[in-house]
């Protein structure tokens, strides 16, 4: 048996820091504090106090050195040096991403991660930026240093992709950040997984739309394998890797060219995708690609714009690729220009607002905001830190000579775009001032030299924007007023136009080139086309600047995006000849010129606003905040999918902080239950179980009722209860302790009966312990025992529950060990059947002499639990089965075998009954055997073997099931007497009050004492009862406030007069009342009891030893004398002042039951008196007492 | 190495051959099938390399059992395809064959621990698994399991009263000798 003195010191301070009292403690080998010293595992404290333990009892050592011995024996036994390990391949990708992740950037980029998470980033990568395709691949030809890793990232537009924002719950009992980390990664998992399965690609038209690289999230290769688009085998992804990104960058133009004459965003959405592993730079990163149908153009793309794929393009990609994948482990070389390469990576991904098609596809300003960062960067960048990159030094990139660069490259992607060099001269369509209708000039600082230059807008009649004229600056920087200097130039785009500025100061030319065409609205987002590089990038010195201006329909800008281009002298000092920057005037330029109050110029407005408050409160954790905002936002433009996504993050991190909030309750809870109030918890109703309460009942008056009436109670499985809660570390709840069938439990030597009656009746009184002016009568009943060969042929059907609850080690398997040893006990000519109940009934054995030992062994060894309960037919077919063979004279019974509800409902409850009692008058009685824990319906099964004149068994263990079935295979089998009652008259001369503890569910009206048609007990052979009376005698007042009040309309009874003048000596006389098992009408006797003032010490062993079992089970049932807590069913506390002791127990405590039990503990054939000892200490350790 | 970590270039190959095996064999209780065990164990470490290692400081060996189990429960009632189950129930699930080279043992004491490691409960099973498999400390498993400490203990006392049990009604004379040369 087991009791938790470990939980006990851990819970309670004053027990670990007192190191005398734990010693003091009866440390047995129960105890696992003794194998978690073996083990080391105890805290100092503990430790030195169990070390003390051990010492002063050699049992113990010999105890813990076995465990020492075994636990190395253990450790070699279960041992699995032969465990596989991981494939070389899985190993290798481990050690890479180590080696990768290891660099300073980790810490950053998980910082990013959670950045992204709360923002729910979601973007789409336009791998089609041909410009930057195109500086990469210039840099990687012309500078033999160039690290391919780097030029991969350059091919892979780095993306921040979040399919999903499905967030973990937050596990509320775990403490553990691993924990809560993996859990969060699992969930996360789940959306890569559920995205990879739900795009199939089912055509082979399928094209690779975007690629998503994002940091490595999902396991690699199970994906690959899960996502038949990507490769299958991990030893082909490298060639479906370059050919992949072939296809990319070839494909690029075309799907950017016919999306930028048609497509819409709809018809661009990915059809699939898979995941694959790649390794870019140094990242590990996930690849998602994304496919489409390839999109048919509506119309046919110009043959500029749609030039062939230059070879020589294909063949750079390819290599590029396999270069980064083939690439050594070593990391990248630090190169000197490896920072600024990552700060262009960030502002390259400014670009992933832009689709395949080349048009802007996200919305708001935030979103924008929070796209920058890089493999350092440290979350977001406000567009000030992205101008203050724009601002930091240049180096080369490629060298000044252009002739390096291949040609056909710069054609293929340029000339799709741009078109003319710097024209000469105004610009025609931008006359001064008189067409257009309005010029606004704003100023920003260009060149990032800290002064600001002029730049000025024009809007032209047709209402569409231009970036116009010249800006002219000096070398100091002055800005100076746009003259002619500049020249324009149309042309490019189809529908687009292109305007050109030159100019030349003192020092610094700039160049510009604008575009403002292919301004198309979605969502209230301007959507605008690439802005490309500048054909010819004019002669050294020169700066050129391309912008776009972004509008949204009402044709207000909204920003500027521009990139620049140097083309410095070399040898000047300066040293990047032509390098390229973006950089963003991202303020809200719209001032509502055109369409002042257009609903969409405020609708967009608002939702700005919206947004940035919500982002604000998401950010401040601020959950409920944030959705309240989202929500508006969402009323107001319902497609904002940005909204939709941070509305789902508002809302998870919400869940998240109610989870918080409980927990938290929950913590202060725990807190609380840890004062030492609270210290000693009883569940009233553990799981499921269910048991019936269990009515108090006060002390009687003897002038009121002089009569006692109960039925005898042989059962005893509460007793076995209580030991399976007890050995289990718990107190039982008080309901499950039934005091009777804990006192019936034990065996006691009384006297067989010698007359004719097959009952005998012994009655010894003695001084009460727990009240020492009272008395306590024992009334000990023993029942005839029949010799087995004497009895009748026995009819047994096994009725078994064999639903998957049953599977359980300690219950089917249990019983069918106790039902083989019990078909070992019965003779050759006793039947056995077996049905089984499960969701249909069914007869597992027919009846079966036990002779025929075998088949009956292989019908026990078949049977097996699976499937859910019909427990009703299961009982009528069985008995059924069992009255084919009643014979006049045999023992016949149903054995029922069960772990809980029966799933009948009420009207099948009432038949069943009806049908037990049907039975049990035809002479088939019914035994009732529960199983297991947790769910165990104890007040249904009681109730059901009442009434088949059956007796209702715990089983908890393979002896206790041995003990029901076999050692009282005569008991439990052949009833020597039925419907046993007991009725006791008590003379008021001696007795004034009286209590009968326990067979509180047994008790019986007086009148039915003589009703033979009243069910009660049976009694088997041998078989024992005790009763314990409490009796007060005259004289003694019983607890204040109790009894009744005195009457007011008539005299208040006396106690009744003597029937003859002189007194009786008798304090009692017991009545039973009997049948024989196949009679119908009862018979009685008489036993008449005399107190002769025996003092406690004067009391038999028997009569001691019942008084402390009761004692037990009294304690038990009274938290308060536990010092226990008791929970009820709503999980509230009843505290100690809620309970009342009608039953006036006074100062009983769980010493003095022990000390009881040690000096009654004489008799004990099986060793259930020690083992009530053991259980007695286990409650005083439980309770601290 | 747990001091080490995150400083030495090379912990997480340490990492690597110091739990890659039993983990596979803990993740292998689980899914009962070794390609998923491995892959699961391959995400535990990928997942190691992203962690911040700073925070895991002493506590590496309950942190990787941790992510695995999770995962491996994870892939398990994926395969599972049934409706979703929560913790309890998953547990409760039929566990797999344990370790086919475990089961076979020449030795009779093995034999018999195996078989009283069998027959556990799959709860007293996994504990006692974690504790004289994978070494982990009590306080591991009970992070690992989320079973309280005192329930942790509780299994372990019980599962080593049976093995007691069953090594001393055994008749393995390398047993008997051991306990004297130890006494």
Redesign the interface.
Known sequence: M?F?S??AS?WCPSLRKDAKRIHSMNVN????????F??G?LDDDERDAIGQAIEADPELQ??V???????N???????????????DD??Q???E???L??KPG??AQ?RFWRVARVAGVAAVVVVGLGAYSYWSIVKESGSPDGGPGSLARQIHQIDSLRLTTAEPEVAG??E????L???D??TR??SW?STAQRHQPESAKDELLVQADV????????DAQRAPASTSASASTEDLETEVDANTALGLTSLDDSARSTESAEQITPRSSSLQNVQIGGEIRIRKNYYVEHPVPAQPPSSEVNAPADPQIRDLYTQAESEALNRPQSPPAEQPESKLAEARTRLNITADFENANGVTATAPEEQKTLAFFGPDATGLQSVEQQQQLARSPVPPLVPSDRESVPSGILSSVINAAANPGPPVGPPSELPNGADAKGIASRSYDIDGDGVLEDIPFYTKPDGSQVIGSTVISDAGGKPVAPSGGGGFGGGGLSGGGYGGGAFNGNATKYYFQWKTDESRVIDNTVLSSTIQAPANPGPAGTTSIAGTILNNSDGDELSVRMDRWSNEQPGKGEPDPVARERFQLSENLGDGRNNPSSGESLRYTRTKELMQEGQSYLDNQKYSKAQQYFEQVLLIDPGNKTATRLLADATVGAYKMELQEHWQQLESDQQKIREPRYLYAIRRTPGTESYAPIPVKPFTQVAQEPLSTFSVDVDTASYANVRRFLTQ?QLPPPDAVRVEEMINYFDYEYAPPRGEDPISVDVEIAQCVWETQHRLARIALKAREVPMDDRGPANLVFLIDVSGSMK??NKLPLLKESMKALTRKLLPQDRVAIVTYRDAASIALSPTTVGDRITIETAINSLHADGSTNGAGGLELAYSVVSQNVIKGSINRVILATDGDFNVGETDNKRLVKLIRNSAATGVFLTVLGFGEGNLKDDRLEAMADKGNGAYHYIDNYNEATRVLCAQVGATLATVAKDVKVQIEFNPQHVAAYRLIGYENRALAAADFNNDRKDAGEMGSGENVTALYELVPPGVSTAPGRGVDGLKYQSNPEPAPPLSRESNPETMTVKIRYKDPEGDASRKFEVPVVDRGKGYDQSSRDYRWAVAVAGFGMVLRHPPLLNATWINEDGAIVTQADFVNPERLGSLTLAQVRDIAEGANGYDPDGRRAEFLSLVVAAQTLTGQ | MNETIGSD?DW??SA?DRF???L??YA?RFTGD?ETA??V???T????????VT??NG?LA??LY??CR??AL?VRK?DARTEPLHEGQAEAVESPAP?P??QA?A?E??RL??DA?A?M?DRRQDV??L???D?L??REIS?VT?LP??TV??H???A??E??ER??AGSDTA?GA??QN??
């Open positions: 087991f938790t470990a939980n851990r080998k129960e105890d696992p504090r003794l194998t978690a073996a083990l595992e010999e105890f050195k076995e465990i020492g011995v075994a636990a024996l253990a450790g070699l036994a279960i041992r699995q040096d032969d465990a596989p390990g991981l494939s899985q190993r990708a481990v050690l991403a180590s080696e992740l290891a980790r810490g998980s009992s775990n553990d950040p691993a924990t980390e993996s859990q990664y699992i998992e789940d997984y940091p490595i999230e999902a396991p690699l290769e199970q570390g359980d080690a | 270039p997480i190959r690597l890659e095996r039993p596979i064999a292998y070794l491995r892959d164990v391959q995400d470490f990928l997942k190691l390399c992203q962690a911040d925070r895991l506590r309950g942190w941790t992510v999770n995962r994870d994926k370790w080279s475990a043992s030795n004491t093995n621990i195996l490691v027959e409960p006692f698994r504790k004289f498999q070494g400390t009590y992070a989320g400490l005192s203990s509780y372990i006392h019980a080593m009263t093995v007691c090594l001393r047993y051991q306990i130890n006494v």
